[in-house]
């Protein structure tokens, strides 16, 4: 369950207080469509996820310190046949695992980042040499690289307030011949991109090319916190600066993380889910380009541009009160959409959408 800010909407109508980590719930006998969480294959709630970690913690306690390191064996080979990583570092958060890895590069180093990268990559590097770039102008790119010696760049899998995949070759190439080191950002790719969701990496085959790869096991996975793998000595590195302050996860969590691999990798019983998913997302776009809003999106990350933060703000508010449940950022609004979410509930979404944009002005009468 995780809190609302209900006060920004209504101090008297009946809303939920709390929102359950479901795509779609009842309260007050009102069906609620929840498209906030990152959860497009409904993991969170797995059975058999849940079964892992309930017979984990039976057997070994929430905290079982002599079993972290074959637990972490364990994550890491399932990792090295998923991923195709030489070694890896299991974090709580991902801004955990995000401090540790630019932990690693020192004060001469200037970082490259899309002004559409992931907010939490933005908000640890804040107070470091930092140049943003954007990967529609690459010309651009191309220049700003060229003034730098020590230079990192990262790239992105999907824009999480676009909803759409990065031109990852492009980037890569031009990253590669200025002589970057890369840094691959699977925060919002890793379990939705690539062979049964291996992320862009994978998609991109680009295991020879990127350096360091980061990416969250909570995301997509239903899991338990992000990663950090890269070659040996990266790692070797990077665990030689945090050693005083890192803190493991408890196994059971590991366990799940395993646990959720194996559903990546035997694919069983989520392929026609796959299909699905994104049919549906397509359908979304589509119909939302037709009624006149703007999205560049192309993923179940569905991110809808308004004119202004304001606009945004009543949109948002209003399609709360018609049960329906989105994410706001400045002028965007963006649905997460699951497995769980029919076609019948994509159409009201989308009648409800027509309405409101009616009748804020946002699009014409039809």
């Known amino acids: ?103 690693i590069f020192g004060d001469k180093a200037t970082f490259f980042v899309d002004y559409e990268t992931s907010p939490d990559i933005t908000a640890v590097l804040q107070y470091r040499n930092l140049e943003y770039y954007d990967h529609k102008n690459l010309e651009q790119l191309d220049k700003l690289l060229s003034t730098k010696s020590e230079k990192v760049i990262v790239v992105d899998g999907v824009y999480e307030w676009l909803g759409r995949v990065a031109p990852v070759n492009e980037l890569i190439k031009i990253a590669a011949a200025n002589e ?70 408890p196994r059971f969590m590991f366990s799940v993380n395993i646990a959720g691999l194996e559903l990546i990798k035997s694919g069983e019983g989520k392929n026609s889910k796959i299909r699905a998913l994104w049919k549906h997302s397509r359908y979304l776009i589509t119909r939302l380009k037709q009624l006149g809003f703007t999205t560049d999106s192309d993923t179940p990350m569905v991110v809808v ?24 950022n400045k002028e965007r609004i963006r649905l997460n959409l699951s497995v769980e979410h029919s076609k019948e509930d994509i159409d009201y979404c989308l009648e409800k959408f027509e309405l409101i944009g009616q009748e804020l002005g946002i699009i014409s009468q039809r």
């Open 1 to 103: 369950m995780k809190p609302y800010q209900v006060h920004l909407f209504s101090d008297d109508s009946k809303i939920p207080d709390f929102l359950p980590s479901e795509p779609c719930f009842v309260y007050e006998n009102k069906k609620y469509l929840n498209f906030l969480i990152y959860d497009c294959f409904h993991l969170k709630n797995n059975d058999y996820l849940k079964d892992v970690a309930k017979t984990e913690i039976e057997s070994s306690g929430i905290v079982a310190a002599g079993e972290r390191s074959k637990a972490m064996d364990e994550l890491q080979k399932k990792m090295l046949e998923i991923k195709k990583l030489d070694a890896l570092l299991v974090f709580h958060d991902e801004i955990a695992a995000l401090l540790a890895l630019f932990s």
């Open 180 to 249: 970057c080191i890369i840094i691959g950002n699977e925060m919002n790719s890793f379990g939705l991109l690539g062979r049964e969701g291996r992320g862009f990496i994978d998609l991109f085959n680009l295991y020879d090319t990127v350096n360091i790869d980061v990416g969250s096991y909570s995301r997509f996975l239903g899991g338990f916190g992000s990663y950090v793998g890269a070659k040996r000595y990266l790692i070797n590195k990077i665990r030689e600066n945090i050693t005083e302050i890192r803190k493991p996860l």
């Open 305 to 328: 541009i308004l004119s202004n933060n304001e606009e945004a703000g009543e949109f948002t508010k209003k399609l709360f009160f018609e049960q329906i449940i989105v994410a706001q």
